[in-house]
C-alpha cells in the first residue's frame, strides 16, 4: 500500500491499517520531514523519495491531500499506478475529484471516491490516531452493489476500523456535505465574526461567553487552508445550504414572541434527539 499524505487523515489510515493487518507494507509519500514522522510514529514502513516510485508497485493507493493537492497528483498516480490497483482519495468534496479521476483511470485500475467523515480541529502526523475512523461514516462514490472484489475489500477494511460506510453518487455527497458539514463550518466563521465584532473595550460580551458558545465556535478553530478548496470546489451547494439558513433566521426573527418559536424548538430537539441515537 502507499499513504499520500501521511497527515492526520493518511496518518491515521496507516496506523488502523498496520493495526487490523500487520501482514501489509505501507509506504508513504509527503513532504520529508512529515514522512520521516510518519515513518517515526510506525504509520509507514517506508519512505518513498517520489511519487512515481511510491505507486507503482501497491495494490492500495490511498490519497490524503487537501483537493488541489489530489487534483494535482492524480495524473502522475494514473501514469504509474501498476494494474489492477485500487486508487482511493480522502478528498471533502467529490465532483470534481471523480470528475478528473474519470478521464486519468480506464482499463485495470480502479478509483475509488471516498470521504471519511472524521478529522480533528487539530492537523498532522502528530495528531494521528488509529481509531480515529471508529464510529465514524465514511462515504464511498459508488454504488451499494458494486461487483469489484476491490471495492468490497476496501469497504471490509474500513468495516474493520469501525466505521460505517454510506455509498452515493459524487453530486449527491456534495450536496448532502453542503448541509452538514460545510454549512456548520461558515456558520461558525460567521458566529466568531459577530462575536468579535460586537466586543468592546470592556471585553463584553465576550467575557459572559459559557460552554455554549464555546461548543459553537469550536469549528471557528479550523484552519483556512482546508477550506478554502471546499469552499471553491462546493460553492453552488454551500450557498444554497446559506440560502435555506437565512429563510430559517427570519422565520426564527418572526416568531419570537409567538408560539411557532415553541414548534420550532420541538423540531430542534428532535434533529438533535436523532443524532444522539445514532452516536
Known amino acids: 500500500m502507499a499513504v499520500i499524505g501521511t497527515g492526520l487523515i493518511g496518518g491515521s489510515f496507516a496506523l488502523a491499517l498496520r493495526r487490523d493487518f500487520p501482514g501489509i507494507t505501507i509506504a508513504g509519500f509527503d513532504r520529508p520531514e512529515i514522512a520521516k514522522r510518519a515513518l517515526s510514529r510506525g504509520a509507514v514502513q517506508e519512505v518513498a523519495g517520489d511519487l512515481a516510485s511510491a505507486v507503482n508497485s501497491a495494490d492500495l493507493v490511498y490519497i490524503a491531500l487537501p483537493i488541489a493537492g489530489i487534483l494535482e497528483v492524480l495524473p502522475i498516480i494514473a501514469a504509474h499506478a501498476k494494474p489492477q490497483a485500487l486508487i482511493t482519495d480522502a478528498g471533502s468534496t467529490k465532483t470534481f475529484i471523480c470528475r478528473e479521476a ?25 495528531h494521528a490516531d488509529e481509531n480515529l475512523f471508529r464510529d465514524s461514516r465514511y462515504a464511498l462514490i459508488v454504488e451499494e452493489n458494486d461487483p469489484d472484489p476491490r471495492v468490497r475489500a476496501f469497504a471490509e477494511i474500513l468495516q474493520t476500523f469501525g466505521a460505517t460506510t454510506v455509498w452515493c453518487d459524487a453530486e449527491t455527497h456534495d450536496w448532502a456535505v453542503g448541509i452538514a458539514s460545510h454549512l456548520p ?76 418559536l415553541e414548534e420550532e424548538f420541538e423540531a430542534a430537539n428532535e434533529v438533535y434527539r436523532s443524532l444522539q441515537k445514532r452516536d
Open 185 to 260: 463550518q461558515v456558520l461558525a466563521v460567521a458566529l466568531a465574526s459577530v462575536v468579535r465584532d460586537e466586543t468592546d473595550e470592556t471585553g463584553l460580551p465576550l467575557a459572559l461567553a459559557g460552554p455554549g458558545v464555546r461548543d459553537m465556535l469550536r469549528l471557528a478553530g479550523s484552519p483556512y487552508g482546508l477550506w478554502r478548496d471546499i469552499a471553491h470546489t462546493n460553492t453552488e451547494n454551500i450557498s444554497r445550504a446559506l440560502d435555506r439558513v437565512r429563510q430559517a433566521v427570519e422565520h426564527l426573527r418572526a416568531n419570537l414572541t409567538s408560539k411557532g
Open 102 to 126: 474519470a478521464k486519468l483511470f480506464n482499463g485495470g485500475v480502479r478509483f475509488l471516491g471516498g470521504h471519511p467523515i472524521a478529522g480533528k480541529e487539530t492537523s498532522g502526523i502528530g
